[in-house]
Nanobody, 121 residues
Framework: QVQVVESGGGLVQPGGSLRLSCAVS????????VGWYRQAQGKERELVAS???????NYADSVKGRFTISRNNAKNTVDLQMNSLRSEDTAVYYC???????????????WGQGTQVTVSS
C-alpha cells in the first residue's frame, strides 16, 4: 500500500520555525528523489527542496539558508526544517516521491495530501 503522508504544518509567527515530516512507504519501488513542494493561494505549485538517495539536496532560492531538508532513516521520513519563516512562506506544503517500479522500471510520482503552513502575526 502506497503511503506518502505529510505532517507538522500549522500556524507560526514570522521569524518562527516549523518542522515538516514526510513519511514515505512505496512498496516494490525504488525511491529516487523526495521533494517538498508548496502551493500558495493563487499561485503555481513550486519545488521548495529535494533530496536524493545519495543525500544530494536542492533548494529554491527563496528558502536557501532558511530551510533544511534531511532524511531520517530510523523513522523512514524526509523532513523539512523551516526557520526564519516569512509570510510569503504561507502555503500548502506537499511531499512528492519519485519512485521507480522494481518490476517495470517505470518512474512514477506520488503525492501526499498536503499540510497547511500559515505564517502570520
Amino acid at each position: 500500500q502506497v503511503q506518502v503522508v505529510e505532517s507538522g504544518g500549522g500556524l507560526v509567527q514570522p521569524g518562527g520555525s516549523l518542522r515538516l515530516s514526510c513519511a514515505v512507504s512505496i512498496p516494490f519501488f525504488t525511491i529516487n528523489v523526495v521533494g517538498w513542494y508548496r502551493q500558495a493561494q493563487g499561485k503555481e505549485r513550486e519545488l521548495v527542496a529535494s533530496i536524493t538517495g545519495g543525500l544530494s539536496t536542492n533548494y529554491a532560492d527563496s528558502v536557501k539558508g532558511r530551510f533544511t531538508i534531511s532524511r531520517n532513516n530510523a523513522k523512514n521520513t524526509v523532513d523539512l526544517q523551516m526557520n526564519s519563516l516569512r509570510s510569503e512562506d504561507t502555503a500548502v506544503y506537499y511531499c512528492n516521491a519519485a519512485a521507480r517500479g522494481v518490476r517495470d522500471g517505470v518512474l512514477r510520482q506520488y503525492w501526499g495530501q498536503g499540510t497547511q503552513v500559515t505564517v502570520s502575526s
